[in-house]
């Protein structure tokens, strides 16, 4: 965070002196008084500058920027990190290399950051969700929970008997239910307690032909 310190005749003049250097309006800072000061006699005897610290308050992506740059620290990685905001969300990408740490087994540590990146993020003030990604990891699950999806749901059809997935958060179960959304011959349901939550992949009752 980005903070100075600066003095004025006044407290007001000060906190201007700080705006000017920092290159930053007044709502986005926070300003500490150290010193009120005091005029003196006649205006010169005894007088006293007023001083204060004015600090820029970090945006959402900043701070969250910031804490996933200490994760990487603390990892012994280093990541390139962008973040912008798209339909809707805070879209995160970190790149780099050796980022298979960041990911986990089956983007487990991926899902934990996520996770704390949005906790991290709510300090601030409330705002779009953030989405976090690691080197595209969350394209490429997509894309391979939807031909899973599609493999499951024709071995459904062909055997008749249902079949659960293994457990997965909500945001993968809401791919595998998209990805069966409409079939013709199944349909998904959602069983189960968090974190054990799963997809169930179940035949379509077929209308009789009399």
Do not use: W
Request: aromatic share 2%; proline share 4%; charged share 30%.
């Amino acid at each position: 965070m980005r903070s100075v310190e600066r003095s004025g005749r006044t407290v007001d003049e000060a906190v201007a002196s700080a705006l000017a250097e920092l290159g930053v309006d007044r709502a986005r800072v926070e300003v500490e008084v150290l010193d009120e000061g005091r005029p003196g006699l006649f205006g010169l005897l005894g007088a006293r500058r007023a001083l204060v610290r004015v600090t820029v308050r970090e945006t959402r992506a900043e701070r969250v920027e910031r804490f996933l740059r200490e994760v990487c620290r603390a990892m012994g990685v280093e990541a390139r990190i962008q973040a912008e905001e798209a339909e809707g969300y805070l879209r995160v990408t970190l790149a780099g290399r050796d980022m298979g740490v960041l990911i986990g087994r089956h983007g487990q540590t991926l899902d934990a950051l996520q996770f704390l990146a949005n906790a991290v993020a709510n300090k601030v003030e409330p705002g779009p969700r953030i989405l976090l990604d690691v080197e595209g990891y969350r394209q490429r699950r997509e894309e391979t929970l939807q031909r899973l999806a599609r493999r499951l749901a024709e071995r459904v059809r062909r055997t008749g008997q249902r079949y659960a997935l293994e457990p997965m958060p909500a945001q993968e179960r809401r791919i595998i239910h998209l990805a069966l959304a409409g079939h013709p011959h199944v349909t998904t349901v959602s069983e189960g307690e968090e974190p054990h939550r799963r997809v169930v992949l179940v035949p379509r009752r077929q209308p009789s032909h009399r």
